[in-house]
């Protein structure tokens, strides 16, 4: 198994999605950041016997340790959190909602994301 860094998630999502480089790369900091602080305070919180409200409060704890990503073909696996994968969404039929005129929307590619089954059991007990 290899290891995914930012810049490779990056790179991936530029040459898959076709935003700029800059939009991806920030796109990734900022998801990884909100993922990062989440997983710190619900850890927190469970740790101390706290709700996840006091646990943001909450400046030090260790991170869970094991979280690898792994690049399969289309998709990104983190370990013990979910995978993400790209798939292509067909072209549909829409509305123009401020003049009501029938378009199509043009097909495109889209990033999916299934959790694992031990995040789904945490986030419904």
Partial sequence: MNNLT???????MH???GYSQTACA??????????KNYLLVTKTAKSSGHSVATG????????????KMTPVD????????GTFTVRDK?????????????????PRKM???RPCKQ???EINE
């Fill in 6 to 12: 930012r810049k490779e998630m990056a790179e991936a």
């Fill in 15 to 17: 040459d898959q999605l």
């Fill in 26 to 35: 920030a796109l990734v900091d900022a998801f990884l950041d909100r993922m």
């Fill in 56 to 67: 943001k409060g909450v400046k030090s704890a260790k991170v869970a340790q094991g979280s």
């Fill in 74 to 81: 289309n998709t990104i696996k983190l370990v013990h959190f």
């Fill in 90 to 106: 067909q072209p549909r039929r829409g509305r123009n909602p401020r003049t009501g005129e029938l378009l199509i929307i043009k």
């Fill in 111 to 113: 990033v999916s994301f």
């Fill in 119 to 121: 995040l789904r059991e």
